[in-house]
């Protein structure tokens, strides 16, 4: 496969071809698309001369418990109606972390529109992503909200820097790009925000940015709720309320650390009630996010983890190295590891024979080390394996979080 950075002058209406074709793209969105490939770095494989896979990446980083760690966000993954079925798609996406990995990133995300596909590469799936649909009216929020400020598409700057300052918790990434935030802002149909300006210097400081298809009763979705302190949530939730005498429902993800359920009025009630209606309320839960270490010893150095301490031999397996070539310098992880886990932790080639084994894949790996689920459980459903007194140790050391990455791209 032949591969090359995307030029936007040379390839600019083949990749809007390629974003159509896959249905990402409606006319009038075409300054979106380009955002989202000027957000960082494009790569393309061309067929017959012009580019019929392009993925597009950006810069981030992803917080491990209280540390920020540097992160390679695939932002885009397209392959037009003529390249299916080849595996442009996989090989280009593992070319893309390849770079990022040598430039320093220790953990890729990205987004799926469905489980497997990006298994073949490494990736494994986060934690449940909390979607609650509720009316408005029926927010229980003792708080008198300000009168905001009107926020749009002009504000696009000063909203991305309210959103790499917002409270943060385990597992959730910043794009570093304002450009990500922009796209993602004119993808909204009839987007609009409202916020508050609370700054020692006038910053924005509190805010949302809903979507609104249909303008009149909604729904709403709430593409995100950025704040700083419990109080500016609870006075963005009572903005949320005064829509309630319009607009009959929004959605929004569960921040991470609120369980909304507790200021909803008679929320199953509810549920019972509007069920099957255009305007249902209700919960939902999917794993959208996937996630992968691509610097074994770099992470492992970062889980600074007080409850104990774990030591033992790790067999890694990586999917990704059958995508790249044999010469490549970054292959992914793969390997005999001893790992130490606990207030000083790291990793090193090699084999204690004194020390049990866990074997596993990147992938399951991963999302045991993020806190997604603990290691017995990751035994039962995922690949990875070892004998049940180091699992059970395992579920002690690493009590984290659960990780949320609070940042869609």
């Known amino acids: 496969m032949n591969y090359r950075v995307y030029d936007p002058v040379r390839d600019k209406a083949a990749v809007h071809r390629i974003f159509r074709e896959v249905g990402w793209h409606r006319e009038g969105k075409e300054e979106m698309i380009d955002l989202f490939l000027e957000a960082g770095r494009t790569l393309v494989v061309d067929i017959h001369g012009e580019p019929e896979c392009v993925v597009g990446t950006s810069p981030g980083v992803i917080r491990y418990l209280r540390e ?34 040598l430039d320093g ?15 073949q590469i490494g990736f494994g799936t986060t934690s449940y992503e909390h979607v609650i649909a ?5 927010l229980n929020v003792r708080v008198r909200p300000r009168v905001p400020r009107r926020l749009t598409l002009d504000d696009w700057e000063a909203i991305h820097a309210s959103r790499l300052v917002r409270v943060r918790g385990h597992g959730s990434l910043n794009i570093l790009s304002p ?43 709430i593409k995100w709720l950025v704040y700083q302190t419990p109080s500016q949530f609870l006075e963005l939730m009572a903005l949320i309320q005064n829509l309630g005498d319009q607009v ?25 009630m509007t069920r099957g209606s255009p305007y249902e309320n209700a919960v939902y ?10 610097d074994l010893p770099g992470c492992m150095e970062r889980a ?43 990793a090193e080639r090699g084999r204690n024979p004194a020390l049990p084994t866990l074997t596993a894949t990147v992938n399951a790996f991963t999302r045991m080390w993020l806190g997604v689920r603990p290691a017995t459980g990751l035994a039962v459903t995922d690949d990875l394996a070892g004998p049940p007194e180091l699992l ?3 579920d002690w050391v690493l009590r984290m979080p659960e990780p949320k990455p609070d940042f869609e791209f």
């Open 179 to 221: 450009t990500l935030t922009r796209a993602e802002m004119l993808e909204a149909p009839n987007g609009f925000g409202l916020g508050y300006c609370d700054g020692p210097g006038g910053e924005l400081t509190h805010s949302i940015w809903f979507r609104a298809p249909d303008v009149e009763y909604g729904p709403y979705e």
């Open 304 to 346: 600074r983890l007080p409850w104990g301490e774990v030591r033992f031999n790790l067999s890694l397996t990586d999917p990704v190295e059958r995508l790249l070539d044999a010469k490549a310098p970054w292959r992914g992880v793969a390997g005999e590891y001893m790992v130490t886990l606990g207030p000083s932790s790291g």
């Open 134 to 138: 509720f009316d408005p009216q029926h």
């Open 392 to 394: 059970e140790r395992l």
């Open 285 to 294: 839960a999917f794993g959208e996010f996937q996630m992968r270490i691509c």
């Open 248 to 272: 009959r429902l929004v959605t929004m993800h569960e921040p991470q650390g609120i369980q909304l359920q507790d200021l909803l009025d008679r929320p199953l009630r509810r549920r019972d």
């Open 105 to 119: 990133a220790l953990v890729a995300a990205l987004g799926v529109f469905d489980q497997g596909y990006y298994d």
């Open 68 to 101: 920020d760690l540097p992160l390679c966000a695939v932002t885009s993954v397209c392959t037009s109606r003529i390249a299916r079925r080849q595996g442009l798609g996989k090989r280009l996406t593992a070319e893309a972390v390849a770079a990022f990995a």
